[in-house]
C-alpha cells in the first residue's frame, strides 16, 4: 500500500506533465497551467536532460515561456510508476513517459526528487533518460 507522501508525488507527476502538455499546445488555459507548473519546482531545482545537459529552474522557466504554443498537437502519457526511496520529506520515484507530437513518438525514463512539506509538493530534482527506438 502507498503512503499519503507517495500518492502526492505520484499525482504531481501526473499534473505537472499535463500542464507541460497545456502550455506547450498553447491551450487557452496555459496561463494557469504555466503558472501552476513554475510553482511546482524548488527554486534550487536542477535536471539533467536526455541529452546530459545539467540545467537549473532558471533554464527550466525559460524553456517553457518561450515554446508557448510551440507544440500544438502534443500529448504525453505518464506510466510505469515506482517509488524508489521513501524519507520523511521527500520521495524519489522514476515513471515512464511518452511524447506524441504530429506522428513523432519519443519515450523515456525519469528520475524525480519531489520534496513533499505540508502535504504540496516541490520538485528538487530530475533526470530524464531517453529510451532507444
Given at each position: 500500500?502507498?503512503?499519503?507522501r ?19 499546445a ?14 511546482s ?5 536542477k ?9 537549473g ?58 520534496d513533499i ?17
Amino acid at each position: 500500500m502507498q503512503s499519503k507522501r507517495e500518492l502526492i508525488a505520484h499525482q504531481s507527476i501526473v499534473e505537472l506533465h499535463q500542464w507541460i502538455e497545456e502550455v506547450f499546445a498553447g491551450r487557452s488555459d496555459y496561463p494557469a497551467a504555466l503558472n501552476n507548473l513554475l510553482s511546482s519546482f524548488s527554486p534550487s531545482f536542477k535536471m539533467v536532460t536526455m541529452k546530459g545537459k545539467n540545467i537549473g529552474f532558471a533554464e527550466v522557466e525559460n524553456l517553457f515561456r518561450n515554446n508557448i504554443g510551440g507544440r500544438p498537437n502534443l500529448h504525453i502519457d505518464i506510466d510505469s510508476f515506482e517509488t524508489l526511496q521513501l524519507s520523511a520529506s521527500s520521495v524519489i520515484c522514476r515513471y515512464h513517459e511518452t511524447h506524441r507530437n504530429e506522428g513523432n513518438v519519443h519515450s523515456r525514463w525519469s528520475v524525480a526528487v519531489i520534496d513533499i512539506q505540508n502535504g504540496q509538493p516541490r520538485w528538487h530534482y530530475l533526470h530524464e533518460t531517453a529510451i532507444a527506438d
